[in-house]
């Protein structure tokens, strides 16, 4: 079985400073927390930051690594003080972190910790590098590495590499503001598998690879360079039974009584978060005062207990939010505490496992209630130790855990009203519905831990490696290229039938852009000249263009993807009587649809309609390609009329019309002996079905296709083309 590298920012182990000496023990909270278990149940090695005060001699480094690595599987990387300012404190949490959950006004852009970022993100490649050996499964994690995964690619290009981010994703509108927004995609692609707490992040993901680097995916699959890369979405689980069984301990039933004793009976509600903007702490300290307000009915008669957790307390903007709680909770307490009542406890500090799982159980209501959060294993928490047991969950419908939770109390944490609401609806529900919700929540929970999130992560980028693996297998490597080029040296009569778009020249977002250059126009001359050799090019272009274009040249053309045919020095025949009077019924259809859809137009041809959407937003495209096509199909019947989809275009022509049936007519010579068919799409499909035995078929990069061999981009063919030229082989 393979190892496992797990990469994060922080270690699941840290090392305290104290008078008797370096102590090592478990850190709380976010990755180290959730893959933890994982990690110590499997082989694996963690790589992260060794987060010691002070400054460290070389005796000291070696003791931590030594300590580290044998009694806990992990490889420490050494920060300097500039890079945990710059690196850490700077870009990961002054840049990255509020664009990412969309707080773009705290959002701070220097150049300077940008630098910080890049140097950091190699020190950790260094270390991967240490101590990364063939067959190592490397997965990093969240957004202080984003640039690792390409970075190991560039020096590990066989390795798998998966990625998972912790926090959300934003809309590419907000992502497009971030200086360093190209170097950050493209070190994210370096990845094998990038994964995502819920589907709107891989959705968002996609889309701004799309916009800003332009690929395209089918079904979260993605094409990198001839590597296919899986965008997917993964809700990360808790441990279940260290939860549903910590409310049990000893140490938990200590800590629940003293709670128990300290409330006098009253109703109970838990807030527990790290000190951030992004956790909604003060909109929901303004909740709690509103719900007192409006329902005086329940003074006295509960207490929130409100423990924030410290966080970046170097950071300007954290300073400002713990002032503002401070002064909250002040305020409250000033306006609705009695002699024996306080309405809130203000707990600003971090909590021992036993301390919270007490407070777990006494709760009779989790407030939960981000602005903004990728996952919140909070939540999940609270209901693991609910098991069984009544006990509300208020949930915010911006976490990423509410698309799993859909049964606890869910609520917009910007409306102030139906916080209050949300509130008393918790504290008033009727006991068996309390039961009821959390069993169906336990359930779900119980199925999909932290242990299956893992597995299922590391399982996708199995099948993403394997996948590979299959496309690589058909690749056009250099000993069969060496048999092409030996075959077609010594034939006497070649066919070549080759594609245009996307085979002979790589898309551009303009049609006519994708003229053939000067290059191209020789490599064709040069194969034709040959008396042994006949080239055709086949494209879904009109006959005029292709006139325009190839004219001067002794090869055959193929237009409207099989409409019209023309052999060197001869007129353009139809392969059979063509009408277009069914345009008056079709042209209007897809006017109108390109009146709905910016960016797409309409191209008409002699005898078919061209729909194109290649500048269309892809979301909109999706559905409007499946609503015209769903229009096209009700009305083709009655002009025996296909409707096909090619490289972001949907076209339509006579039925039985396509590229396959109008290369027969080369293909079928007796006294061929090599024959060569290259395309890139799916209406390049038909050829490859009617190519003779023996034939050459290659498509212009990976994907299902009929085609016995691949290459990955029109170059690569080009590159095969000039060598047949060259006479090489």
């Known amino acids: 079985m393979s190892r496992l590298l797990i990469i994060s920012n922080r270690l699941p182990v840290s090392v305290e400073r104290r008078k008797s000496g370096l102590h090592f023990k478990g850190s709380v909270g976010g990755v180290a927390t959730g893959l933890g278990s994982y990690h110590d149940t499997h082989e694996s090695l963690w790589i992260g930051w060794a987060d010691v005060p002070g400054r460290l001699d070389s005796i000291e480094r070696e003791r931590i690594s030594t300590e580290l690595r044998d009694q806990h599987q992990c490889v420490p990387v050494f920060l300097t003080a500039d890079d945990v300012r710059s690196f850490y404190h700077g870009f990961s949490n002054k840049t990255l972190w509020p664009?990412?959950?969309?707080?773009?006004?705290?959002?701070?852009?220097?150049?300077?910790?940008?630098?910080?970022?890049?140097?950091?993100?190699?020190?950790?490649?260094?270390?991967?590098?240490?101590?990364?050996?063939?067959?190592?499964?490397?997965?990093?994690?969240?957004?202080?590495?984003?640039?690792?995964?390409?970075?190991?690619?560039?020096?590990?290009?066989?390795?798998?590499?998966?990625?998972?981010?912790?926090?959300?994703?934003?809309?590419?509108?907000?992502?497009?503001?971030?200086?360093?927004?190209?170097?950050?995609?493209?070190?994210?692609?370096?990845?094998?598998?990038?994964?995502?707490h819920t589907y709107d992040y891989a959705r968002y993901f996609l889309g701004t690879a799309r916009r800003l680097a332009g690929t395209e995916d089918q079904g979260g699959r993605i094409m990198v360079d001839g590597r296919e890369v899986l965008v997917d979405a993964f809700p990360m689980g808790i441990d279940f039974d260290r939860y549903a069984k910590g409310i049990d301990t000893p140490g938990a039933k200590r800590e629940a009584a003293r709670v128990r004793e300290r409330t006098q009976g009253r109703k109970v509600i838990l807030s527990v978060d790290r000190l951030d903007y992004s956790k909604g702490i003060p909109d929901r300290l303004r909740a709690f005062a509103a719900f007192l307000e409006r329902h005086p009915e329940w003074r006295d008669k509960v207490k929130l207990i409100a423990v924030a957790v410290p966080s970046r307390t170097r950071v300007e903007h954290y300073k400002a939010l713990k002032r503002e709680v401070d002064e909250l909770v002040g305020s409250i307490n000033g306006a609705y505490s009695t002699i024996d009542w306080t309405p809130v406890r203000y707990l600003y500090r971090g909590l021992p496992f036993n301390t919270l799982m007490g407070m777990y159980a006494v709760?009779?209501?989790?407030?939960?209630?981000?602005?903004?959060?990728?996952?919140?294993?909070?939540?999940?928490?609270?209901?693991?130790?609910?098991?069984?047991?009544?006990?509300?969950?208020?949930?915010?419908?911006?976490?990423?855990?509410?698309?799993?939770?859909?049964?606890?109390?869910?609520?917009?944490?910007?409306?102030?009203?139906?916080?209050?609401?949300?509130?008393?609806?918790?504290?008033?529900?009727?006991?068996?519905?309390?039961?009821?919700?959390?069993?169906?929540?336990?359930?779900?929970?119980?199925?999909?831990?932290?242990?299956?999130?893992?597995?299922?992560?590391?399982s996708s980028l199995e099948a993403v490696r394997g996948r590979q693996t299959e496309l690589k297998a058909r690749l056009l490597d250099t000993p069969t290229r060496t048999r092409m080029l030996e075959q077609f040296s010594g034939a006497r009569a070649r066919l070549l039938v080759l594609d245009y778009d996307g085979t002979l020249t790589a898309f551009a977002e303009n049609p006519e852009a994708a003229r053939p250059d000067e290059s191209l126009v020789a490599i064709l001359r040069k194969l034709s000249d040959d008396p042994r050799t006949e080239v055709v090019v086949v494209s879904g272009r009109d006959r005029h263009t292709l006139d325009e274009w190839f004219a001067d040249l002794p090869i055959d053309l193929v237009a409207e993807h099989g409409v019209w045919v023309r052999s060197s020095g001869e007129d353009w025949l139809t392969i059979e009587p063509m009408n277009d009077e069914w345009k008056a019924r079709i042209r209007p259809v897809l006017e109108a649809f390109t009146d709905r859809t910016p960016g797409s137009f309409v191209e008409e041809k002699d005898f078919s309609l061209v729909w194109h959407h290649r500048k269309v937003d892809r979301k909109l495209a999706e559905a409007r390609v499946g609503e015209l096509k769903e229009t096209l199909v009700s009305l083709v019947g009655d002009f025996d009329l296909a409707v096909s989809e090619g490289n972001r275009v949907i076209e339509v022509r006579a039925a039985g019309v396509n590229k396959g049936r109008a290369a027969y007519r080369w293909m079928c010579r007796e006294d061929l002996d090599f024959v060569l068919f290259a395309g890139d799409d799916r209406t390049d499909e038909d050829v490859y079905e009617v190519a003779p035995e023996g034939a050459w078929t290659v498509k212009v990069g990976l994907g299902p296709t009929r085609a016995a061999y691949s290459v990955r981009h029109p170059r690569e063919l080009r590159e095969l083309l000039e060598r047949m030229v060259d006479g090489s082989g």
Not at 117 to 129: H, I, M, P, T
Request: proline share 5%; charged share 25%; hydrophobic share 45%.
């Open 99 to 196: 664009l990412f959950h969309q707080f773009t006004q705290y959002a701070e852009f220097d150049s300077g910790t940008w630098a910080a970022y890049e140097r950091a993100n190699r020190k950790f490649r260094d270390a991967v590098l240490e101590v990364a050996e063939p067959g190592d499964i490397i997965w990093v994690q969240d957004y202080q590495l984003m640039l690792l995964p390409q970075m190991l690619r560039e020096r590990l290009p066989d390795a798998g590499i998966g990625f998972f981010l912790h926090i959300p994703f934003p809309t590419v509108e907000v992502f497009r503001m971030l200086p360093q927004r190209r170097e950050i995609l493209e070190g994210l692609l370096g990845a094998d598998l990038i994964g995502f």
């Open 363 to 458: 709760a009779d209501v989790a407030l939960v209630t981000p602005l903004r959060d990728g996952m919140n294993l909070i939540a999940k928490e609270y209901v693991a130790a609910h098991a069984g047991r009544e006990g509300v969950l208020v949930l915010s419908e911006m976490a990423g855990a509410a698309r799993e939770l859909s049964e606890a109390v869910q609520v917009n944490p910007f409306d102030l009203d139906a916080m209050v609401d949300a509130i008393h609806q918790s504290l008033t529900m009727p006991a068996e519905e309390q039961l009821q919700r959390n069993e169906a929540m336990v359930r779900r929970l119980k199925r999909y831990t932290v242990q299956r999130w893992a597995e299922d992560f590391l």
